[in-house]
């Protein structure tokens, strides 16, 4: 394995790339990647080097915000086959029906969706600021926020807009059960419990923080306490760890696993790296305009 990643780390070189891993990947990805973080993030990172290639170690949506951010970079996605089960083929037929029949209806879509539906949205945002997306749409325009309905539903929450809120999920925090989490925090009465956004309403009632991917590194490392519950997808424990040697961390259930954040491996990636294949590239028509509802969520403070 050491010779592998010294023959990746090489080949990096010479190709002027950048690796990059979602906090989902597993442990030894991370290890390898340059920058590793949320989805989002992790393209915005991309975007700011000089690197001639990208190295996304993660899922395609993910992929392709990078190569929309990045058009003049070959952007490889090690693990061809690494999809999202938020969604399925049928969600952008459905966008494109929704956008015909309420053309004036604003649709924000979670960044973790397909391009072809960030082009027909309006605006993107993240789990980090979807708040802050919404509070910034006027008063008097109808909001429509898709796919992920957990959280369309914590940003109603947190916003009192009147939001449609779409019927996707995300499985691996949706199915999260009130039974799991209960007996995890009865096995560790003091630990605070830090959540994803897409979990669902009546979990999120038990949580102590609400947050992204890294609102919740970034809240159990500048937390006093130093044993917490994590409600979020399971790669996440090792930035924890590596982090906060000295905190302990508890899975909510062991079932908050993303087989697809689990495609990627060594083998991929040098063979990515090799022949600079497989690539994502988003047809420019639009890529432009997905850029323009990234963009558009980009504007707002905070971001
Ligand atoms: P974030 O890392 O943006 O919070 O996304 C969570 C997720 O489910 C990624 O697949
Ligand atoms: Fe999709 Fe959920 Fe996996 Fe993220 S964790 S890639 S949203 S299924």
Redesign the pocket.
């Given at each position: 394995m050491e010779d592998l990643v010294e023959k990746i780390h090489q080949l990096k070189r010479q190709r002027r790339a950048v690796i990059l891993a979602?906090v989902?990947e597993p442990p030894e990805i991370q290890e390898l990647a340059d920058f590793t973080g949320?989805?989002?993030a992790l393209s915005q990172q991309a975007a700011a080097t000089d690197a001639q290639v990208i190295v996304f170690c993660g899922?395609r949506f993910m992929a392709e915000t990078a190569n929309i951010l990045s058009p003049e970079k070959i952007t490889l996605l090690p693990a061809a086959d690494a999809g999202?089960q938020m969604f399925d083929d049928r969600l952008l037929a459905e966008v494109q029906r929704v956008r015909q029949a309420q053309p004036d209806a604003c649709i924000v879509s979670y960044v973790?969706t397909p391009a072809a539906v960030k082009a027909l949205s309006d605006i993107c945002c993240?789990?980090a600021n979807a708040t802050e997306v919404i509070r910034s749409l006027p008063e008097d325009r109808e909001i429509i926020f898709l796919p992920d309905g957990n959280l369309a539903s914590y940003v109603k929450e947190q916003t009192a807009r009147p939001i449609h809120c779409w019927s996707g999920g995300?499985p691996v925090h949706a199915n999260l059960s009130l039974q799991e989490l209960t007996a995890v925090r009865r096995m560790h009465p003091a630990a605070p419990v830090l959540m994803?956004p897409?979990c669902r309403p009546e979990l999120r009632q038990q949580a102590d923080y609400i947050g992204?991917?890294m609102g919740i590194v970034r809240y159990a490392q500048q937390s006093a306490e130093t044993e917490f519950i994590i409600a979020t997808?399971q790669g996440v424990l090792y930035p924890l760890q590596e982090r906060c040697p000295d905190k302990k961390f508890y899975l909510a259930s062991p079932r908050m696993l993303c087989l697809n954040m689990k495609k990627t491996s060594l083998e991929k990636i040098y063979t990515a790296l090799d022949t600079l294949e497989p690539r994502i590239i988003v047809p420019e028509k639009l890529r432009k305009q997905a850029a323009k509802s990234l963009h558009r969520m980009m504007e707002i403070k905070g971001r």
């Open positions: 979602h989902y949320d989805s989002f899922v999202c973790n993240t789990s995300c994803h897409e992204g991917t997808e």
